[in-house]
C-alpha cells in the first residue's frame, strides 16, 4: 500500500488557493485506499493548469496535446485493459477542443476515468471564457459579458447513456476522494465533473458562491433512477448537488472486443498476421 510520501511528484506550479490542490489531494487520498502503487495505474492529461496534474504525483504518465486526452486514454486503455486509466482534462480541454472525443468515448463506454477540472475558465491561457463559463461573465476578450448559455456536462452526458456520471467539488476533497475511488472500480466510462474554483481568473464561481450552492447527494438518492438523475444533472443555480448523479451497467467497450476480452493486447503473445509481416519485411 502505498504512503504519501511514495506519490509525492513535482511541487505544484499553480496558485496559492487554486482548487488543483484539493483534487491533487483527493487523488492520492484514492490512491492510498485503493492501494494502487505509482506502476499500478495511468494517468493521461493534456495542456492546461489541468494537463500538469501528472507530474505532480507519481503514476505511469503520458501528458499529450490539448484536447487530445481521451484519444490517448482509449489506445491506453485497449492496449493493456488491466490497468486503471485516468483521463485529467480541463473544461476546454475536453469539452470544448476535444468535446468529440467525449462526445465518442462516453459512446464506447471506454474503461477510462475521466475527472474534469472544470474552472468554467481557461486557466493556462490567462482568462479566456470556456464552455462551462456562465453567461454573462466578463472576462478580456468578453468585455460585454459571455454571451450564451453554458454546457451543463452531467446533462450531456446523461443523454449519451453514460455509464457514470457524476460532480465532485474541489472544496470537499474527503467526498471527492469517494467520487474518485467509485469511478476508477467502475467498469466504463466514468465522468466526473470537478467544480474547481480558479482564484486568479474566475472571480464569479469562487469558494463563496459555492460554499452557498452546494451540497452532497443524500444516502436514500438512487443513482439507477434515470428520471431523477435527470432532473439533479440539470440543477446548477441556487442549487449545486454533488455526488453519483448516474449509473449503469452498460459493457465496457475491451468486453465486447473478441480479440481483448479474455486477455490484455499486451498479455498475448506477438503473432503478426501474413500481411503485416509482408509489410514488416520490407523494412528489414
Ligand atoms: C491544439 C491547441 N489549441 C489551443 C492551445 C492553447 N491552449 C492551451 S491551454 C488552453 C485552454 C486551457 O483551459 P482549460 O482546458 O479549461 O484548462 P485549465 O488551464 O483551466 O485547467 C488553450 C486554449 C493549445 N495548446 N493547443
Ligand atoms: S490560473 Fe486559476 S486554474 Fe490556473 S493555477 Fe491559478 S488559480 Fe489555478
Not at 475521466?114 to 468578453?142: C, R, W
Not at 481568473?201 to 433512477?225: A, I
Amino acid at each position: 500500500m502505498p504512503t504519501l510520501a511514495d506519490l509525492e511528484g513535482r511541487i505544484p506550479a499553480w496558485c496559492p488557493g487554486c482548487g488543483n490542490f484539493g483534487i491533487l489531494r483527493a487523488f492520492k487520498q484514492a490512491m492510498i485506499e485503493l492501494k494502487l502503487s505509482p506502476h499500478e495505474i495511468t494517468v493521461v492529461s493534456g495542456i492546461g493548469q489541468s494537463g500538469k496534474f501528472p507530474h505532480y504525483t507519481k503514476c505511469n504518465t503520458f501528458n499529450g496535446l490539448h484536447g487530445r486526452t481521451l484519444p490517448v486514454a482509449t489506445a491506453m486503455k485497449l492496449v493493456n485493459h488491466a490497468m486503471p486509466v485516468v483521463a485529467e482534462a480541463g473544461d476546454g480541454d475536453c469539452y470544448g477542443e476535444g468535446g468529440n472525443h467525449l462526445l465518442h468515448a462516453i459512446r464506447r463506454n471506454i474503461d477510462v476515468s475521466l475527472f474534469v477540472h472544470d474552472n468554467q475558465i481557461y486557466g493556462l491561457t490567462k482568462g479566456q471564457a470556456s464552455p462551462t463559463s456562465m453567461e454573462g461573465m466578463m472576462t478580456k476578450i468578453n468585455p460585454h459579458g459571455v454571451v450564451c448559455e453554458p454546457l451543463n456536462p452531467m446533462v450531456f452526458a446523461l443523454a449519451l447513456d453514460c455509464s457514470f456520471v457524476a460532480r465532485g467539488y474541489a472544496g470537499d476533497s474527503e467526498h471527492l476522494t469517494r467520487l474518485m475511488k467509485a469511478a476508477i472500480n467502475h467498469k466504463g466510462f466514468a465522468l466526473i465533473d470537478i467544480l474547481q474554483p480558479c482564484v486568479t481568473f474566475n472571480l464569479v464561481n469562487t469558494y463563496g458562491w459555492f460554499k452557498q450552492r452546494v451540497y452532497r447527494l443524500g444516502d436514500d438518492y438512487d443513482p439507477e433512477d434515470k428520471e431523477q438523475a435527470l432532473q439533479k444533472a440539470a440543477e446548477f443555480g441556487d442549487r449545486i448537488p454533488i455526488g453519483i448523479i448516474y449509473r449503469n451497467n452498460r459493457a465496457p467497450m475491451n468486453d465486447r472486443i473478441p480479440l481483448i476480452a479474455s486477455t490484455p493486447l499486451v498479455k498475448q503473445p506477438f503473432e503478426p498476421l501474413e500481411v503485416a509481416q509482408t509489410i514488416l519485411n520490407d523494412f528489414f
